[in-house]
């Protein structure tokens, strides 16, 4: 069983920065692919970012080149640095961790952004 604990959210101003970590309980993290996922009131959850073992990073058309995943397998953590923030964004943000069959998600953490 894998536990996947993310770091608040917050409240931000639009144009403004945040940085999410998710950090996982188990030996194994690096073979994990990590995502970001999040969910606006009303709407399904959607993916945000995804990161496989490998390095390799997909993004949602909406947060290219605005948001980055990353990780650091010593700290089993994985990132999503949001910056230009609009307050489209504001949502539930979900850490999720995937190796084949198996599916983890984090409690989820709220970002607003608004002024």
């Known amino acids: 069983q894998v536990q996947l604990v993310e770091s608040e959210g917050g409240l931000v101003q639009p144009g403004g920065s945040l940085r999410l970590s998710c950090t996982a309980s188990?030996?194994?993290?690096?073979?994990?692919?990590m995502g970001w996922y999040r969910q606006a009131p009303g709407k399904q959850r959607e993916l945000v970012a995804v990161?496989?073992?490998?390095?390799?990073?997909n993004y949602a058309e909406s947060v290219k080149g605005r948001f980055t995943i990353s990780r650091d397998n010593a700290k089993n953590t994985v990132y999503l640095k949001m910056n230009s923030l609009k307050p489209e964004d504001t949502a539930v943000y979900y850490c999720?961790?995937?190796?084949?069959?198996?599916?983890?998600w984090g409690q989820g953490t709220q970002v607003t952004v608004s002024s």
């Open positions: 999720n961790g995937a190796l084949g069959p198996l599916y983890y």
């Open positions: 990161i496989t073992s490998g390095g390799n990073t």
């Open positions: 188990g030996s194994i993290f690096s073979a994990y692919i």
